[in-house]
């Protein structure tokens, strides 16, 4: 069912301090625009629900969540966003998944004075120059899981890996954080067509590249395609990639061709700690299937948010932006703190499909970056 208004209500503790003088009584609307159709739209409908999961599980009366489908479209997106800001009069945005979708957002909703809440995509121009105070990465800077998986490289012992990404922000920045830890030789380096289905070409220059591995960014449907197609290729190299192309709705429909795979992510359902467990559980509890990394990203997000909610109110923007910078909140993965440049500073983990009964999944086999921040920070000046 397209969802298009939703508000949860439920009883609440009450918010100490007395309502401010323009009537905003705590009361706090979010706009939430992200991927509900086409390719792209089981990892916004996971961001979606574990967000929802969230503020269903706070009882929190007062807070109004607005979704639309962007339907993967910057246009599409830039609508929706004017209606939400003029029209819904949100004050805080949320969703988006692609990377060129939020460079068409983003900066134009912080500029109005809107709080931009990331559940995923984090592109590099907005994380150093393009920094913002009220603009705040609760997933990753894109390049992070993209570096932890060319250290992980290293380790592995690859010297000459072929690596592709699809031709938007999101994937330059792949090929960018992977290069900054990898250590070896590139036998091939190739940006591919955006929501590309069809890798036959890809796949004959990798098979005379004489690389020794392949790394590759493809989320979403073009992960499903090319994992599906170089498995049928007899092409006998190991691969690595970020979680994007090996989470877990990839997984249920790539199927065995990914078993044995290592891939990078800043979560995964066996990291030891109890809000990740009761998340994990209450999750297929309330949609009858396992949890995916952008089920846990919306579900940070919308924790990350109600904690500011619980200490400020939003018609103060320094007091709300202040507690949103503290980051009082329990996340899914543990310890969790932003930088000076409000992205996250994190652990990376290496992770292994495995097939647990009739489920392909991922289990945590080892840590790849400790304590992890992004390089542009050091460019952001707020």
């Known amino acids: 069912m397209k969802l298009k208004s939703l508000m949860l209500a439920a009883s609440m503790l009450a918010i100490g301090g007395a309502a401010l003088a323009d009537g905003h009584a705590g009361k706090l609307k979010v706009g939430m625009i992200t991927t509900l159709s ?22 929190n009366e007062n807070i109004e969540v607005v979704i639309e489908d962007d339907q993967r479209k910057p246009d599409v997106a830039v609508q929706l966003a004017d209606k939400m800001i003029q029209s819904e009069k949100v004050d805080v945005m949320t969703g988006i998944i692609w990377s060129n979708l939020a460079m068409a957002v983003v900066p134009a909703a912080t500029a109005q004075g809107k709080f ?8 590099s121009a907005l994380a150093g120059k393009g920094c913002h105070q009220n603009y705040f990465n609760v997933a990753w800077q894109n390049d992070n899981l993209h570096e932890a998986a060319g250290a992980y490289a290293n380790s592995a012992g690859m010297k000459n890996s072929f690596i592709l990404a699809p031709n938007y922000p999101a994937g330059v920045d792949a090929l960018t954080g992977y290069k900054r830890q990898y250590s070896g030789e590139l036998a091939g380096e190739l940006l591919t067509k955006l929501g590309q289905t069809d890798y036959a070409a890809e796949l004959a220059q990798i098979r005379a590249s004489g690389a020794d591995s392949v790394f590759f960014f493809l989320p979403g449907g073009m992960g499903i395609s090319f994992l599906k197609q170089y498995a049928e290729s007899g092409i006998d190299l190991p691969v690595v990639g970020p979680a994007f ?5 990839i997984l249920q429909a790539v199927g065995a061709a990914a078993l044995g795979v290592k891939n990078t992510s800043q979560w995964n359902k066996d990291i030891d700690n109890p809000t990740n467990a009761a998340f994990v559980e209450s999750f297929q509890a309330e949609y009858g299937r396992l949890p995916s990394l952008y089920a846990s990203q919306g579900f940070d997000t919308a924790n990350l948010l109600l904690s500011a ?47 647990e009964g009739d489920v392909f999944t991922n289990k945590i086999i080892g840590l790849a970056l400790d304590n992890h921040a992004d390089v542009y920070a050091a460019d952001c000046k707020m």
């Open 38 to 59: 086409g390719g792209g739209a089981g990892l916004g409908i996971d961001v979606r629900d574990g967000f929802m999961l969230a503020v269903k599980q706070s009882g």
């Open 116 to 123: 931009y809440l990331s559940p995923n995509a984090g592109p």
């Open 245 to 249: 192309s090996f989470d877990q709705g």
């Open 309 to 355: 909610m619980a200490k400020a109110d939003v018609a103060d923007a320094d007091a709300f932006r202040a507690a949103l910078k503290a980051a009082d909140f329990n996340s899914t993965r543990g310890e969790f703190a932003f930088g000076s440049n409000h992205h996250p500073v994190q652990d990376i983990y290496v992770r292994e499909v495995v097939q």
